[in-house]
């Protein structure tokens, strides 16, 4: 397996993570018998609105970086320097969301652009 693979596995762990944080963060807010039910009229604030943009961010992500990574993985095409970009993508990603989650937006957009500039050194790799 590449590293560029393992580090997506690594950023598929922490979506997990992420995941089980916004459902423990929103069961306190709402409890866990409405977030059974339907949630159409849920609406969430601070922290718990906070973490389900964070995760609905970070699906994004992870369909914008894994099909790079695949691509490079099938074609061979694994450098030090994709392997560096997967590197700062999920340091960015933990950061992000560790930020995103806590509030601070500069720092939180500083992450954001720092994985979104890794992802787009992976596809630039491709040619």
Known sequence: MSLELTYLAM????????ILIQVMVSASQHGLLKLLGNRESLNSVG????????????????????????????????????VLAMQ???????????????????????????GFLATAYLYLGLF
Do not use: H
């Open 88 to 114: 700062l993508f999920l340091t960015a990603r933990i950061a992000y969301a560790l930020c995103f989650i806590v509030g601070l937006k500069f720092f939180r957009t500083v992450c954001w652009m720092v």
């Open 11 to 18: 950023y598929g762990l922490l979506l997990i993570i992420t």
């Open 47 to 82: 922290v718990a609105d906070r973490a389900e943009k964070t995760v609905q961010n970070s699906v994004v992500a992870m369909a914008l970086v894994a099909p790079a990574v695949m691509m490079l993985t099938l074609a061979n095409l694994s450098t030090p320097g994709t």
